[in-house]
């Protein structure tokens, strides 16, 4: 059985559309605006011709005066006369119409044109908004459509079209980095799992317990990768659920220092808190601590040795808890990107000081897990060098989960 293969699309046969509408409208409106004022501008012209009919000699009953004797100083016209006068009045009557006919007719087609002209520009980006949506439709992305000139509702439309196809485009570049970003991570422990299995398979490597601990660190990788990813969906997608309660910065820190006291004395990491005063917060405390936790780890990996400083305090309403390191800080194009999915500042730098791989989604679950809870995670370069991450939350929480 022959396949058919698919010819060129066919031109639809497009119905009329609003611009139709529109200019029949208008024209029709223009058209009966025009008739209306020939029809009012030849009756006023006739009663001023009946206002002046003695002085035109035109009555329709004969001439006052004359039928019922008349006056014998005013001697009635001669038939000549009369004639030639009615002549002229018929004649400026056949004038007056005819003028009238032709300022309808042109007027009717003037109206006709210019009302196409007006709908056409009305309807232009109407029209390129329909079709944009189609090539949008279509998987067009870089779509971007010339701007009306006239500050209106349209312009307004047209620049919102351009956004959401700007931001489209935007998400679908990220989408497939995305994607790219999750296959590379999880291609490279799995690649080195099938050497290690392959080679002890093949009898070069012994099936002991260091080939076994190497296989189990690469299973904790994609363990990890994995739950880092369903995280971070979760948290971006309003449904991780939360329980904040009230809590204080201080405290939360202090422990923190003390949970990490062994790893950063083996990393050379010296961890500071400084605390002085209550800093109240309201937050979900495992998740708070999972958000210090990545901050810490990120100073760990990239400032050691050094010292490491936290700090808390409370400002404006909001409790500020600060992760600050004395390293070389971001380079100039990292700060930007330093809370995307998957980035690393250092691609050499990849694995913590005790080994530990790093799934790169670290920063950006800090970020989407302060967002859900109501709260705000910036970064940037301390004056006095160092890179520092400042976490604003509300002294009263929210709670963020499915109902």
């Known amino acids: 059985m022959s396949r058919r293969l698919p010819g060129p699309p066919r031109r639809r046969h497009r119905r009329p559309g609003l611009r139709a509408r529109l200019t029949r409208t208008f024209a029709l409106v223009a058209v009966l605006a025009v008739l209306l004022t020939s029809f009012l501008t030849v009756g006023a012209a006739f009663r001023v011709i009946a206002a002046l009919n003695p002085e035109l000699a035109l009555p329709e009953g004969g001439f006052p005066g004359w039928d019922e004797g008349g006056d014998a100083a005013t001697p009635p016209p ?3 006369t ?3 006068w009615q002549e002229v009045g018929e004649t400026v009557v056949r004038n007056i119409v005819r003028s009238a006919v032709q300022a309808a007719a042109l ?8 009302a196409a002209l007006v709908t056409r520009q009305l309807t232009r980006p109407l029209v390129r908004l329909a079709e944009g949506a189609d090539r949008l439709r279509g998987g067009e992305r870089d779509l971007q459509l010339p701007v009306p000139r006239r500050r209106d509702e349209l312009r307004d439309l047209t620049l919102a079209f351009n956004e959401l196809t700007t931001g489209l485009a935007r998400q679908e570049a990220w989408r497939r980095g995305l994607v790219a970003d999750i296959a590379h991570d999880l291609r490279t422990p799995l690649a080195v799992m099938r050497s290690e299995i392959e080679a002890m398979q093949d009898g070069l490597h012994p099936l002991d317990e260091a080939g076994l601990a190497r296989l189990h660190g690469e299973v904790l990788l994609l363990a990890r990768l994995v739950t880092d990813l369903r995280t971070l969906s979760l948290a971006e997608g309003g449904a991780l659920s939360l329980h904040p309660r009230p809590l204080d910065g201080g405290e939360v820190l202090r422990a923190l220092a003390d949970a990490y006291a062994s790893r950063a004395s083996e990393a050379g990491v010296t961890l500071r808190v400084h605390a ?3 800093a109240p917060l309201s937050a979900d405390p495992d998740r708070l601590t999972q958000t210090l936790r990545n901050l810490l780890d990120n100073a ?3 400032a050691a040795p050094g010292a490491v400083d936290l700090s808390a305090d409370s400002v404006d309403g909001h409790t500020r808890l600060t992760v600050r390191d004395h390293g070389p800080g971001f380079r100039p194009g990292d700060l930007a990107r330093a809370f995307e999915r998957f980035y690393r500042a250092d691609a050499s730098r990849t694995r913590d000081p005790q ?3 790093s799934s790169g ?4 679950i800090a970020r989407a897990l302060t967002e859900a809870q109501g709260g705000e995670l910036t970064a940037r370069n ?3 060098g160092g890179a520092e991450f400042t976490l604003r939350l509300p002294v009263e929480g929210r709670t963020t989960g499915p109902p």
């Open 78 to 80: 001669d038939p000549e």
């Open 82 to 84: 009369l004639a030639r």
């Open 107 to 114: 007027s009717a087609l003037l109206a006709v044109g210019v």
């Open 276 to 278: 002085p005063h209550p």
């Open 300 to 302: 760990l990996r990239y």
């Open 355 to 357: 080994g530990r791989a």
């Open 361 to 364: 989604l670290g920063l950006a």
């Open 382 to 384: 301390h004056p006095e």
